[in-house]
C-alpha cells in the first residue's frame, strides 16, 4: 500500500482552544504554551490511512510517530545487547514510567501503581484474588458481585470464569438506555446491591465501569463509590479502561480500592499498555499477576514488570508520550477538553441531520457520543449492526462502531441504531461529514438490512 502522503489534512480542529482552568492536582510537568501546528500534527498522524474517516479512537487509539520511533529505539536497545538491558535498564525505565502515573493519577505511592499490558489483564488480576477467597472459604458460597450490565463484554467473561465458577453470584445492574440522568444509574445501582445482600449474603465485589464501552456513559463512578462504602461492600474494582486522557482520573477522589486504565486507547500510548492502581492495603500483598514467573511474591508491580521475555517498549515510552501532550495548549486537560467539545458538536450535527437524538446528555459523554441513527435502516439485531459497520467500511470508507438497541415493549418507530462516534487531535470536520453523507446516501437509496441480508 502507498504511503500516506504528508499534507495538512483541511479543517482541522482549531489546536488553540484556551484549556479549561482546572482545580484538581498539578499535571507531571507544566505544559507548553504554544501548541503543534496543523502541520506537525498531520505529519505525527500521517501513518493513518488517509482514505479512512476514523471516527473510532476509542476501540484502539492512536500513538503519533514521534512516539513510535521512540518504541523502536527501545526496541533496538534491548536487541543490540540484552542482557544489559535486562539486569540494568527494564526496571529501572518501568519505575520512571510508573512514577509518572502515580503522578498523573495522583496516587500516593508508586507502589500503587503496576503497569500490565491492558484493562482485561488488571481484571483478571482482581478477579483472580476474589476467586481465591470463595475457593478458601473466605467467602461464602452465594455472596455477590455486583457489575453493570453494560460492562465490557471481555470483563462480563473475566468474571464468569473466575467469580462464578468459584461459587459467587453475579448481580447484573440494569441500566437504561438512552440515560437521561446520573440519577437513574444511582437507582438502579442501589437496587443492585440490595439484592446482593439478600438472604443474609454479603456483596465481595462491586465492578463499575468509568466510561462504558457500548453504549458509551460516564459513569457517576465517585457517588457509585461512595455508596459502596456506605453499604458494606467488601472492594471496589473501577473498570475505566477509556479513561485516562479521556475524563478527569484521580485516585484520592474516586477513592476505589482497584482501578486500571488503559493507556493505549486516549494516552497516546503504542499497544498494549495500562496501569492498575491498587489502593495499599494488607489485602494487596495477596494480589498476583496471572502470568508467574520469577518475580512472584515481590509485589504486583514488580512481578508485573517481569512476566518473561516479550517486548516492554509500550511500557517504557510513557515520559515520551508526556512530551507530547504537553506539546498542546493545556496538555491533556486542553485535549480532554476540546476532544469532548468537539464530539459533542459532531453529535449534535450529525442528530440534526439525521432527525434522531443522542444518546446521553452532552455531561455524561467524554471524548465519545452515542448518535441515533434513522429507524428507516431497520436496524433489528447485534448482527445488523455489525453488518451496518462492515458496509461502512468496505464502501465508503469509514470506522465506527454500531450498537443495536433492542426496543421496549409499546415503543413506536423506536431508534435501534446508535452510532458510538469519537473525536481525537487528529480528526477533521470532514470525517464527520462522510459519514452523514454516508448515511444519507443509504436512507435515500433506501437501504435496510433486511434487504442486504436476502
Known amino acids: 500500500m502507498a504511503s500516506p502522503q504528508h499534507h495538512p489534512r483541511r479543517h482541522l480542529f482549531d489546536l488553540n482552544d484556551t484549556a479549561a482552568n482546572t482545580n484538581h492536582h498539578t499535571p507531571t510537568k507544566k505544559p507548553k504554551l504554544s501548541s503543534l501546528s496543523a502541520a506537525e500534527l498531520c505529519s505525527e498522524f500521517s501513518h493513518h490511512d488517509p482514505a479512512v474517516a476514523r ?11 514521534t512516539v513510535i520511533a521512540a518504541q523502536r529505539r527501545w526496541q533496538l536497545r534491548f536487541l543490540q545487547q540484552p542482557d544489559d538491558f535486562y539486569f540494568n535498564v527494564l526496571q529501572p525505565s518501568i519505575l520512571r514510567s510508573r512514577t509518572l502515573i502515580k503522578d498523573l493519577i495522583n496516587a500516593d505511592h508508586v507502589d500503587e501503581v503496576s503497569i500490565v499490558d491492558n484493562a482485561t489483564t488488571a481484571a483478571a488480576i482482581v478477579l483472580q484474588q476474589t476467586a481465591w477467597a470463595f475457593a478458601e472459604g473466605r467467602f461464602n458460597k452465594g455472596d455477590a458481585t455486583v457489575m453493570l450490565h453494560y460492562a465490557y463484554g471481555a470483563v462480563k467473561k473475566s468474571v464468569q470464569a473466575y467469580v ?37 449474603h454479603k456483596v465481595r465485589l462491586a465492578v463499575i465501569d468509568h466510561i462504558t464501552s457500548m453504549p458509551s456513559v460516564v459513569i457517576p463512578v465517585k457517588e457509585l463509590v ?28 474516586i477513592g476505589a480500592d482497584f482501578y486500571t486504565s488503559n493507556l493505549h486507547k486516549w494516552f497516546f500510548c503504542p499497544p498494549a499498555v495500562a496501569f492498575l492502581y ?29 512476566i518473561g521475555t516479550r517486548d516492554y517498549s509500550a511500557q517504557l515510552v510513557v515520559p515520551e508520550v508526556v512530551e507530547f501532550v504537553n506539546r498542546f ?3 491533556i486537560e486542553g485535549i480532554k ?24 446528555p452532552p455531561e455524561m459523554c467524554s471524548s465519545m457520543v452515542m448518535v441515533g441513527l434513522p429507524t428507516c435502516l431497520g436496524i433489528s439485531s447485534d448482527s445488523d449492526a455489525l453488518k451496518l459497520r462492515t458496509h461502512l467500511r468496505d464502501c465508503f470508507g469509514i470506522e465506527v462502531p454500531i450498537y443495536y438497541r433492542a426496543p421496549k415493549d409499546g415503543e413506536v418507530d423506536p431508534i435501534t441504531g446508535y452510532a458510538r462516534i469519537s473525536h481525537q487531535v487528529y480528526n477533521i470536520i470532514d470525517d464527520y461529514y462522510k459519514f452523514r453523507d454516508a448515511v444519507n446516501k443509504l436512507v435515500n437509496d433506501g437501504i435496510t438490512w433486511a434487504a442486504l441480508s436476502d
Not at 502470568?291 to 512472584?296: D, F, L, W
Not at 477538553?337 to 432527525?355: D, F, I, Q, T
Request: aromatic fraction near 6%; glycine fraction near 12%.
Open 55 to 65: 471516527i473510532n479512537n476509542g476501540s484502539f487509539g492512536s500513538c503519533p510517530a
Open 278 to 306: 491498587c489502593r495499599k492495603s494488607d489485602e494487596t500483598l495477596d494480589l498476583h499477576h496471572p502470568v508467574v514467573s520469577h518475580e512472584y511474591g515481590n509485589g504486583l508491580a514488580i512481578e508485573s514488570g517481569w
Open 329 to 331: 495548549e493545556g496538555g
Open 337 to 360: 477538553k476540546r476532544n469532548h467539545e468537539k464530539v459533542v458538536e459532531m453529535g449534535e450535527m450529525l442528530v440534526k441531520a439525521w432527525g434522531t437524538n443522542l444518546g446521553s
Open 226 to 253: 461512595k455508596i459502596c462504602r456506605e453499604e458494606g461492600v467488601d472492594k471496589v474494582f473501577v473498570d475505566a479502561a477509556h479513561a485516562i486522557g479521556c475524563t478527569e482520573v484521580d485516585m484520592k477522589e
Open 164 to 200: 462464578s465458577r468459584a461459587g459467587g453470584r453475579v448481580i447484573e445492574v440494569q441500566l437504561p438506555f438512552p440515560v437521561r440522568s446520573n440519577d437513574e444509574i444511582v437507582r438502579e445501582f442501589r437496587k443492585a446491591l440490595e439484592q446482593g445482600k439478600s438472604d443474609g
